[in-house]
């Protein structure tokens, strides 16, 4: 039973490139989020996300970053146009929403670590 | 927003001494989860608390939710080296289904 499974695991952007961070939930979950970590920090809230909806975005920067949860495949966050300041760990977790007895509780992936030169 | 405080951020032990760590909410909580970091991993959760008052326990480990629903803590008795990482809480308002995470508390364990 595979847990989250997020990739790269490991990610080197230059300033100004994109950098796209995938997601796999566990299976039978249908409810993804994304944290941010930077070093010596806690973990912030960036979206939280359905099979092809985004639910709550409120914590994701306007500009330059992006999610999406498509029917078929992974979870997505894109980040375009990378600044140093956007280094950082990112996590995906996923639950099974509603349906499940422990409905909120969180699985994290390993994380995708992104360093930007 | 919603903020959840954690106190403190850092703990130094002897082995064998024992560990508190304590969170705060601003807001009303619905339940509260606590999870656990190694360095270099990532959180793991260890539970969940949903009741006014409640403590549970888990080996060595005592976590408490406060009566009015906005304040826990999480004890360790014992430590041990294997008790190192942080600590993190993350408190959920009702309705909301995005857990809000206090900063953490790192546990260093001197053998």
């Known amino acids: 039973n595979a847990g989250v499974m997020q990739n790269p695991r490991h990610l080197v952007r230059r300033r100004g490139q994109e950098a796209r961070l995938r997601c796999s939930p566990m299976k039978g979950h249908s409810h993804v989020y994304w944290y941010r970590q930077l070093p010596e920090e806690g973990l912030k809230f960036m979206v939280y996300l359905q099979k092809e909806n985004i639910i709550d975005e409120s914590g994701m920067p306007k500009e330059r970053f992006s999610a999406e949860f498509p029917k078929e495949g992974p979870s997505i966050l894109r980040i375009q146009q990378v600044v140093r300041g956007d280094s950082a760990a990112y996590f995906c977790a996923s639950s099974g929403g509603i349906e499940y007895s422990g409905a909120n509780v969180l699985t994290f992936g390993a994380g995708s670590r992104l360093t930007v030169l | 927003g919603q903020q959840v405080m954690q106190i403190p951020q850092y703990q130094h032990v002897q082995e064998g001494e024992d560990f508190t760590t304590y969170c705060n909410s601003s807001?009303?909580?619905?339940?509260i989860q606590w999870y656990k970091q190694r360095p270099g991993g990532h959180p793991v959760f260890l539970i969940q608390l949903v009741k006014s008052g409640e403590v549970k326990k888990q080996k060595r480990l005592t976590f408490q939710f406060g009566e009015a629903k906005k304040n826990s803590s999480l004890h360790i008795t014992a430590t041990q080296t294997t008790d190192v990482g942080t600590y993190f809480c993350?408190?959920?308002?009702?309705?909301?289904?995005?857990?809000?995470f206090g900063r953490g508390t790192s546990l260093i364990v001197h053998p």
């Open positions: 807001t009303t909580l619905s339940n």
């Open positions: 993350a408190g959920q308002a009702g309705g909301s289904y995005i857990p809000t």
